[in-house]
């Protein structure tokens, strides 16, 4: 499975950093997870499952379900 870059950020945070962020702005990484997934799908609406897959293809996914299938959304 993949990650974004900000489940990455989170991830690699130093120790001393982890629980004071994660107490102090569960609003503002629901609001950067949820901005992130609208690039990641809008650049998917926008030709990249094209540009991955070709015209010629099995796979059909719409946005929403290539975003999931790439980057299980995480909570936390």
Known sequence: MNE???EWFLKN?????KNAIH???Q?????TRELEKMQ????WDNGQY????GHNTEVELDSEE???HQYKQREG
């Open 4 to 6: 974004t870059a900000f």
């Open 27 to 31: 609003e503002e990484i629901k609001k």
């Open 23 to 25: 107490n102090t702005c």
């Open 40 to 43: 990641i799908t809008d650049a």
């Open 50 to 53: 094209y540009a991955n897959y």
């Open 13 to 17: 945070l130093p120790e001393r950093f």
């Open 66 to 68: 290539y975003f999931n």
